[in-house]
């Protein structure tokens, strides 16, 4: 394990960034399918969001701490920044969803894929320059 853990860690943090940014955002894409095909007749899709958000946050956090940054800060410091950058991430991915959903009638699932595709690219200079600043 530490080997595969040395070779990783040689990767750039970029890369990282890139591999375990995208394996979190499917995650988050595919929580948010699962939970809408289940809970979609008992909760509107923005507290489907806001469920699937509150458990992607944390799958999230764990993994850039970890896997990307390496942070050896104060977790619960780190935790709140993150939550503040994904605060304005939900905020904005609400807003979105709520436009092409509601405004614009585009099917739910591919309303937040088009969401989650815009916002993506924003989080990581959030994440590298606020939530795990040295």
Same mark, same amino acid.
């Given at each position: 394990m530490n080997n595969i +853990?040395?070779?990783?860690?040689? #990767?750039?943090?970029k890369i990282?960034? $890139?591999l375990v940014g995208g394996y979190n955002t499917i995650f988050? /894409?595919?929580? /948010?399918?699962? $939970?809408?095909?289940? /809970?979609?007749? &008992?909760f509107h899709y923005l507290v489907i969001l806001f $469920?699937?958000?509150?458990?992607? !946050?944390? @799958?999230?956090?764990l993994n850039f701490r970890f896997f990307v940054f390496r942070s050896k800060?104060?977790? /619960?410091?780190?935790?709140?920044? #993150? @939550?503040? !950058?994904?605060?304005? &991430? &939900? #905020?904005?991915?609400?807003?979105? +969803?709520?436009?092409?959903?509601?405004?614009f009638h585009i099917h739910i699932l591919v309303s937040q894929f088009i969401c989650t595709c815009i916002l993506m690219v924003a989080t990581y200079f959030a994440h590298k320059h606020f939530s795990f600043k040295k």
């Open positions: +853990l040395k070779i990783w860690f040689r #990767i750039d943090q990282r960034f $890139l988050s /894409f595919l929580l /948010f399918c699962l $939970l809408e095909f289940l /809970f979609r007749d &008992y $469920l699937s958000h509150i458990i992607s !946050v944390l @799958n999230s956090f800060g104060h977790i /619960f410091s780190e935790y709140i920044r #993150i @939550n503040i !950058v994904y605060l304005g &991430y &939900y #905020i904005s991915n609400a807003l979105l +969803l709520y436009l092409l959903q509601d405004l």
